[in-house]
């Protein structure tokens, strides 16, 4: 056990610079909220993060890892495979839901909307199936705002464990936290592992 005196936040990043992952506490003051120090080492750690949530009873037994299918999204897998190898493992993808404002904005009828929708949702599946190959996981396809659907998702299959890459395929490489992975911190109850990007990452 180490003892440092300066700012919380910098410190901890600054012992973990050489560790593959990083492991805080949500808060010192109420374990459902995710504090200001937590929050900062999520942000500027260089490893792999997992802030619990929860006291820690047993292994991680039902796992959730939120993926965007972009290659940002392997890091997610392979963090969730590493800290919980033998947890059932769900794969979610959730479709974004600005097209059908979009498209509605732009006149179309409700009904060439809700078709459009179920066809992009036929193709989120198969490309989900083909997400991971080799990963043994229940693959699911969300329709809605994505950090209520990874939240209503994670309740429902009573998770312990939500992975998510810390940016995805949307952000710049001036992101060091995307805004899916930010509002996990807060939106699920269960402990949250962050999988830090490469810097060397580029949006396809």
């Known amino acids: 056990m180490l003892g440092r005196k300066g700012n919380p936040a ?22 459902t909220r995710v504090g200001p120090v937590t929050r900062r080492v999520a942000e500027m750690a260089r490893s792999d993060v997992v802030v619990v949530k929860r006291h820690p009873r047993a292994d991680y ?18 963090l969730a495979q590493r800290l919980a190898p033998r947890a059932e493992k769900t794969l979610l993808f959730v479709l974004p839901t600005r097209s059908d404002l979009m498209m ?16 992009r949702i036929a193709a989120a599946k198969q490309r989900l199936e ?20 990874v939240a209503e998702t994670a309740r429902k299959r009573s998770t312990d464990l939500v992975v998510a890459a810390s940016r995805g395929a949307g952000a710049t490489r001036m992101v060091l936290l995307g805004s899916v992975a930010e509002g996990l911190l807060e939106a699920v109850p269960s402990d949250v592992a962050l999988a830090r990007v490469s810097a060397t990452f580029r949006r396809p």
Do not use: C, Q
């Open 104 to 119: 509605a904005s732009a006149g179309m009828f409700p009904e060439e909307i809700e078709l459009d929708r179920k066809r």
């Open 130 to 149: 083909e997400f991971a190959p080799g990963v043994d996981a229940r693959r699911v396809v969300g329709d809605g705002p994505v950090l209520e659907v």
């Open 10 to 31: 910098w410190e901890i990043v600054k012992e973990g610079k050489t560790a593959d992952l990083v492991v805080v506490g949500s808060s010192s003051v109420d374990s």
């Open 61 to 78: 037994r039902r796992v959730l890892i939120t993926v965007d299918l972009s290659p940002a999204s392997s890091w997610a897998v392979e």
